[in-house]
């Protein structure tokens, strides 16, 4: 706006000396040009309206495209507007959002790009930088910005026969012999027809076949809850780097839930990690776009403030969806010792609930802790995650002490712990 003011006083000074009519000319135009510039702009940007479409949860590994929706909603056109999307370098996939467009009155206008789950996190996504300015630069540029929209990463999941585990754990679906709860997934056989017997149980083929109504049969069966108990406590971890087993746990948490789930089982979470999201003034990294952990002195102070809150068992998969969300965003940090907390962090729990606890070894104190549980009325089962060779004085220890033992490890553990003799990724 300065250089113009002198351009138009040095114009008036030259007409009013020349007495040149073109000149005054110019001038008209170019005051009428940054009037109509200072009236229209404002109006043009308030008249502007974004939004970003796309999926606000993603799997490890899916590409996720985005959807920029613009639209002019004022009489007149824009003649120019720059987008700009913000980014994270964690997140970028293919060639980012950068464009110069005009918009007609009316108009809508769709720009996508896409983004790729490399790590679970929340992760910020944005902001959009809208930019744009009259034809002949007179008038400043008008900035405007879409707000930054987040984006879940849930963690990996694998299945049971990946992680080592056998398909068929004690836990979830148990035999009864009480007769008083039958589940129609697990047909038995076929009988004849009783007196009381609904509609719905009758096979109608098997009646055909043999002249008779038949009915069918399925096996009783109680559905027991499951509490994964996953130990996020840093110190307590040993092997190398704590964050990458502790990383791998999360992940073993994951897929144990999600097998659950699928088995139609009632499963819960109990962690004692933090949630970065807990914090009144979280912030996000500027390079990964992930949520950023709040500092250890502030964790110190106070760990009950960032521990979340137990997820209790239930099934579907809107509460599994829940689980993931979760351990998405826990983080593994000094917080309570599992030693210390797992007695107390199970006892919200029904009787006879089968805990899957998912820590770094099974040592004596830890295997202790895990036999209070048992004669509180607990089912508990050890999964060990880091790797050992000598994990079958473990398993014996845990038997003798009333529970199952299972040490599941990554495969590149695995190779480097591999001995002469076979150690499967279960044992």
């Not at 789950?117 to 007179?138: E, V």
């Not at 969806?321 to 983080?331: D, F, G, S, T, V």
Request: charge should be positive; glycine fraction near 6%.
């Amino acid at each position: 706006m300065g250089n113009f003011s002198a351009l138009i006083i040095i114009l008036l000074l030259i007409a009013f000396y020349l007495r040149v009519d073109f000149i005054f000319y110019v001038i008209y135009v170019s005051v009428g040009i940054y009037a109509w510039g200072r009236w229209l702009m404002p109006r043009a940007i308030k008249n502007l309206t974004s939004r970003r479409v796309y999926d606000r949860q993603a799997f490890w590994g899916e590409v996720v495209p985005v959807t920029i929706e613009l639209t002019n909603n004022g009489r007149l056109p824009i003649p120019w507007i720059q987008l700009q999307e913000s980014v994270a370098v964690q997140l970028k996939h293919g060639e980012p959002l950068h464009q110069v467009v005009s918009l007609s009155r009316d108009e809508k206008a769709e720009f996508q790009y896409a983004i790729i789950a490399r790590r679970r996190g929340y992760y910020q996504l944005g902001p959009l930088r809208l930019t744009t300015g009259d034809l002949f630069g007179i008038y400043p540029e008008q900035v405007a910005f879409l707000p930054a929209d987040h984006l879940t990463i849930y963690p990996r999941i694998t299945p049971l026969t990946q992680l080592g585990l056998p398909s068929r754990l004690p836990f979830g679906t148990i035999a009864s012999h009480q007769r008083l709860f039958e589940d129609p997934a697990r047909p038995m056989g076929i009988r004849d027809f009783r007196s009381g017997d609904t509609i719905r149980q009758i096979n109608w083929k098997a009646s055909a076949h043999t002249q008779h109504l038949m009915v069918k049969t399925f096996q009783p069966a109680i559905s027991l809850e499951t509490a994964v108990l996953l130990n996020l406590h840093t110190p307590d971890y040993t092997f190398g780097n704590r964050k990458d087993v502790a990383e791998w746990g999360i992940e073993v948490a994951a897929s144990l839930a999600a097998h659950l789930v699928n088995q139609r089982q009632s499963v819960g979470l109990i962690t004692n990690g933090i949630d970065p999201l807990a914090s009144q003034q979280h912030g996000f990294d500027e390079a990964t776009g992930r949520l950023l952990r709040p500092s250890h002195a502030e964790i110190q102070a106070e760990p009950a403030a960032f521990m979340p809150a137990a997820i209790p068992p239930r099934n579907g998969r809107p509460h599994l969806i829940k689980i993931l969300e979760r351990l998405a965003r826990i983080e593994a940090e000094e917080t309570v010792g599992f030693t210390e907390w797992a007695s107390t962090a199970c006892m919200h729990l029904n009787w006879g609930v089968t805990i899957l606890a998912i820590t770094a070894n099974g040592s004596e104190e830890t295997c202790q802790s895990l036999h209070r549980l048992v004669r509180a009325g607990f089912n508990p089962i050890l999964i060990a995650i880091e790797p050992t060779h000598e994990f079958g004085l473990v398993r014996e220890r845990a038997r003798r002490l009333g529970f199952a033992a299972y040490n599941v490890h990554t495969p590149r553990d695995l190779d480097r712990w591999r001995r002469p003799y076979n150690v499967g990724g279960a044992q």
